[in-house]
């Protein structure tokens, strides 16, 4: 890990998972609470658990916040594809406008950054879509059938994300 990728997560207090123990049984709790929350299928669809974590094995970076000892506040995951990456992110509810989860977010498309040229995600949802067009994403085209609706694929990179208003909302490192 490089030394910009060290200040970036410790200035958005993030920690990079090492496939500890602990921290599965913190993830196992997350994913526990997404199910009840109906969150789940938004970000995984079908997937399982166990395929969860085997997509946030290496090669694939996984950042996260927690607060007390195991409750996650924020996610951030990348898994390689050609020559970059799809980004996935999620906030919990009470922290979706704190300044810290904008700083956690930009930080974390930096970190991305530093690994990969281009980022991609893709979304069902057209307020999501919304804003990442705002975060600098720019739109690819339409996927039939990526949820019960049609879905959007962008990408994203630094050259766009530094056009975009999560970077420019002051959250420079």
Known sequence: ????????????????????????????????????????????????????????????????????VDVLTFACWFEPVGNGASITYWIAKDKRSSKSSVLKLCNSYLIGFNTWPVLITATPNKNHLKRLIEMGHISVGNIPHLDKNNGTLTYITLKSFEGGTLYKGGIKT
């Open 1 to 68: 890990m490089s030394d910009r990728v060290k200040v970036l997560m410790e200035k958005a207090g993030l920690l990079n998972y090492q496939a500890t123990p602990e921290e599965d049984i913190c993830l196992v709790k997350w994913w526990i609470n997404l199910r009840a929350n109906k969150e789940y299928k938004i970000l995984f669809g079908d997937i399982g658990i166990r395929n969860f974590f085997q997509s946030i094995y290496p090669p694939a970076i996984f950042l996260y916040s927690i607060k007390d």
